[in-house]
């Protein structure tokens, strides 16, 4: 109410400083929408007397009927409509407003997962345009289309959470039986990694050894031999900490699929009924697998590629400061140009996913229907839509690769070049006496096990964007509400069965059964 300009505010806020002007720049969509709904059709409901010849505004207002579903009831008076009907409705009102900022209260409220899934797509539509405020208690509206959520708890205390926090709860929920698998992986790994930066530390010393012109072959035997056994050691202990993540990563997977499964058979017939046969095969098999580099690798991998080189840095610091300081300008120069790839990164995964769910759809409900698509001679029409899902798929992808490409090899040239700004600095240095030569020669050699060992963790951190994506689809799933079961045994007298007006949906605004009535007889068999 106060960000819709409707109540007095104390403190500032950026696009209004009035109440009135808050007031002309927010459109507010009620819970009750009935409220909001004024005119005596459909299409005029939609259409202000002073855009009723705007061209480019009416083809807008017919893209919206179509896209609510309305476009049989646009000449309807809008009290006709059922509930679910009227919130579409009021809801494609507010995105033809033309206000600076959006406000909807429960939006989908009252309507089923598919037009959820209708209604959250238009509102990310939206948002490209214009900052939308959503106020529900919908967790897959959160999922499908918030970035991010202020959450209020009892105390009405304000805590700002990302979308990743549900995330790692759930990631969280499956691994923690194997917590202590999982710390024994990370500690491998990090032994793995310190074990191959201590191989660097010994190579520099080698070097300054030439340098000084030690001719001691003991001295570059020993040093040898200690490049080779630290080596080795990483070795082992990165297959060690592999084999261990993988193990408990398995079983984690095998958990979260059982679980999908038991939680099928427990949701509304409705609900699974709305989820198509492709999706629930990408969720359960492909989505579940893709989650086995982030739990195998990343928990290990990651973290030991981070704690490594910020050891190695602090020993660079040590070493000379000011040298350690200037070998990170190219790896900040490198984030830099990859920032604006992973700015957009979880979006574009989230529509390689709708993408390829729709495509799996499509292979799916082809290959299953073949014999019956040949029988009614509609091999053409059913192959085009399988031929168009599969080409929308391959455009998508290659369209992001080629979004993507400078970024991402600008972070990989650019990074590794701390020598560009170490070379130049640390001759001054040297030269003015205050850096001697084999400090300088160690950091150079330091320099590459940094930089190397970062761009090593980098490499998941599009695994990091893309779980964001997988659990969510997961949790939509998990998430739902049980079907609900009697909690008492109730005792019938007789065998008989009556119906008297018995109403059954899934949803409030598509009826399965309405006002039936009938009798089956005890020791009679009834058709339907």
Not at 13 to 25: F, W
């Amino acid at each position: 109410r106060t960000l819709a300009g409707l109540i007095k505010n104390k403190g500032k806020i950026s696009y209004g400083k009035t109440t009135k002007e808050r007031l002309k720049q927010s459109y507010y969509m009620m819970q009750d929408v009935d409220y909001q709904i004024f005119f005596d059709t459909v299409e005029n409901e939609l259409i202000p007397k002073n855009k009723v010849k705007d061209s480019e505004y009416l083809k807008e207002v017919t893209t919206y009927i179509h896209a609510i579903d309305l476009w049989d009831k646009k000449m309807d008076h809008p009290q006709e409509l059922s509930g679910g009907q009227k919130q579409r409705l009021a809801l494609a009102t507010a995105f033809l407003s033309e206000r600076k900022i959006i406000i909807l209260d429960e939006p989908t409220s009252g309507l089923d997962y598919k037009r959820m899934k209708e209604i959250g797509a238009m509102i990310r539509k939206y948002a490209a345009k214009r900052p939308v405020v959503i106020i529900t208690h919908d967790l897959e509206l959160l999922f499908e289309v918030c970035n991010t959520v202020l959450m209020l708890d009892d105390k009405s205390k304000n805590f700002w959470y990302q979308r990743r926090i549900w995330i790692m709860n759930l990631i969280k929920q499956y691994v923690k039986e194997q917590k202590n698998t999982y710390i024994q992986s990370v500690l491998l790994a990090v032994l793995g990694v310190v074990s191959g930066l201590a191989a660097y530390i010994i190579l520099a010393k080698m070097i300054v050894g030439l340098i000084g012109k030690n001719t001691e072959f003991g001295f570059y035997l020993q040093y040898g031999l200690m490049v080779l056994a630290a080596m080795v050691l990483k070795e082992i202990f990165a297959a060690a900490s592999t084999s261990i993540s993988h193990q408990a990563t398995f079983y984690s997977l095998k958990k979260i699929r059982e679980e999908i499964s038991k939680k099928l058979f427990r949701m509304p017939l409705g609900k699974v009924m709305n989820i198509s046969s492709g999706k629930l095969k990408n969720i359960i098999v492909d989505q579940v697998d893709s989650m086995e580099t982030t739990l195998a690798h990343i928990i290990p991998e990651m973290t030991a590629n981070i704690i490594g080189p910020i050891l190695l840095l602090i020993y660079m610091f040590i070493l000379d400061w000011r040298l350690a300081l200037v070998s990170l300008i190219p790896l900040v120069i490198g984030m830099f140009c990859m920032k604006s790839v992973m700015a957009s990164y979880g979006k574009k995964y989230q529509q390689s996913v709708e993408i390829n769910q729709k495509m799996n759809n499509a292979v799916v409900e082809y290959i299953g229907g073949i014999e019956v698509i040949k029988m009614f001679n509609q091999s053409e029409t059913s192959y085009q839509k399988y031929s168009e899902a599969v080409h929308e798929n391959a455009v998508f992808y290659y369209h992001w690769m080629k979004e993507t490409m400078i970024g991402v090899s600008a972070y990989r040239k650019i990074s590794p070049m701390s020598l560009l700004t170490i070379l130049p600095l640390g001759v001054y240095f040297y030269l003015n006496g205050s850096l001697t030569i084999a400090t300088f020669i160690t950091i150079i050699v330091l320099s590459f096990g940094t930089v190397e060992n970062i761009l090593t963790a980098t490499n998941y951190m599009d695994d990091l964007s893309r779980i964001g994506t997988i659990t969510k689809e997961i949790g939509l799933i998990l998430d739902a509400p049980d079907l609900e079961h009697g909690k008492e045994n109730v005792s019938l007298s007789g065998s008989d069965i009556e119906l008297k007006n018995v109403d059954f949906s899934y949803t409030e605004d598509k009826k399965v059964l309405e006002g039936v009535s009938l009798t089956i007889g005890e020791n009679q068999v009834t058709a339907f």
